[in-house]
């Protein structure tokens, strides 16, 4: 069975990447950030839109004329953030969209990615319940990338739902089916490509380290790569220190997301929407782990 999928807030592409790699079709992508579509467009194939996809009736009448088989989506994280203040606001709100647009269109599955934090918002309780009231079943996992081929432990949640009632306790059976028994880490990953032991990643503040080594997995690729600042003299945690070091390339932070080497931000490095767009995207390779699940789901139907 050929799953064709459609997706909701898809930035640049990690998450189609992810599932197209895995073999399945996608028919659309839609998000209103035009700089990351256009990432999309050059690095994918020219089925991404600029929507506004709060215009509920509107984003469903065109989804729906494209009979997808799953809905996947990463709706604006920003209000769940453990780096941001927490506090439901507008970004929350698409959370629900997300919902009312999979509720109405009603493919056999859907699956919702988000930072861990969203377990408890409101706005996703709320989602949940409509979609349960809608017909889905569902399961929830949350992931860390560095067991799922990605070097890097950054942690998200998974919500796959499906009208099939077995469907999500398989897919989650299928998942710990190919979790690692150990963490990958950027020297497995990207071997001779980086030619450093160690990199300043900015800390969130200054009771943290500082300085990693390519020899264990990146902390959570962000939004921003800050350099390190004059005078700075680090953490005791720190093994070498920040001053004789540099920050990763937007490349290398590209790379630790699993994009291709090939793919094109048209920005220089530390180019500060190359930046956010590399620290929004969900890792290629965990997008394809997770695709992997849900399509070993199908097979056994």
Known sequence: MELKAVDLFCGSGGLSAGFINAGI?????????????ETYRRNLVNHAFNRDLSDIDKSTEEIESLCPDIIVGGPPCQDFSSAGKRVE?????LTN???KIVAKCKPSFFLMENVPQVRTSHAYQETK???IAAGYTISETVLD????GV???RKRFFAFGSTWKDAPIKFLRSLESQISEKRMTIKEYLGDSINIEFYYRHPRNYSRRSVFSVYEPSPTIRGVNRPVPPGYKGNHLDRV????VRPL???????????????????????ASAELQIGNAVPVNLASFVATGILNVTKTR
């Open 25 to 37: 079709k996608m028919l659309a992508a839609y998000d209103n950030w035009e700089t990351a579509l």
């Open 97 to 99: 969209v997300f919902g």
């Open 249 to 271: 390339t937007s490349f290398e932070r590209s790379r630790i997301q699993t994009f291709p080497a090939s793919w094109n931000w048209n920005a220089g490095d530390r180019n």
């Open 89 to 93: 606001g507008g970004s929350a709100n």
């Open 129 to 131: 319940e409509n979609l």
């Open 145 to 148: 990338a560095s067991y799922c």
């Open 151 to 153: 070097p890097q432990t």
């Open 241 to 244: 220190p920040p001053l004789s």
